[in-house]
């Protein structure tokens, strides 16, 4: 991994037209840090640098976030609606899964493949939260489009939560739309 030099963070923020201030606020650092930052005076934490990095690249619109990739408001179901119901939203919709959320809070999501793998012959009348998946991937809606790739890699879509709200759901067709 190449790191930029106290030059290249110079540079880079000077073609963007950002003072040291306002790459400062960016970036929830002071201003006196990114002056010695880029004076060579101080080695910035990796965590520091990153965040310095990524607000340059988001001035530079080269950032997706969360908020940006997230289908909103939710289409949700709650734990104790029937799945019948559920499959009906679904369907009328036609999504193939939804977050499962109480009092704003997701709780999980269900999905036709977890439907599909229940051989009851009543699995229609059972509660959501009897067959919902349980394992979900939440972000924040500052999380970044690498963060929330990782995260579609092992999960069907991935919530995005803020306040402790399911504020959007983010889905693989919602990326592939933002990169194609």
Do not use: F
């Amino acid at each position: 991994m190449d790191l930029p030099t106290p030059e290249d963070l110079r540079e880079r923020r000077t073609e963007l037209g950002l003072t040291q201030s306002e790459l400062a606020e960016r970036a929830d650092v002071s201003q006196p840090l990114i002056a010695r930052i880029e004076g060579g005076d101080v080695d910035p934490r990796l965590s520091t640098l990153r965040r310095i990095v990524e607000a340059l690249e988001e001035a530079e619109g080269g950032i997706l976030r969360a908020r940006d990739l997230m289908n909103s408001p939710v289409v949700s179901v709650a734990p104790d609606d029937s799945v019948s119901q559920t499959k009906a939203l679904m369907d009328e919709k036609g999504y193939s899964q939804v977050p499962v959320v109480r009092d704003g809070t997701p709780q999980g999501l269900i999905g036709n493949s977890d439907i599909r793998q229940r051989t009851e012959e009543n699995v229609g009348e059972l509660p959501v939260a009897d067959v919902m998946n349980e394992s979900i991937a939440i972000v924040e809606p500052d999380a970044t489009i690498d963060e929330i790739d990782a995260y579609l890699n092992h999960n069907a879509a991935v919530l995005v939560v803020e306040n402790g709200e399911t504020a959007g759901i983010i889905t693989e067709a919602d990326i592939a739309a933002h990169v194609s």
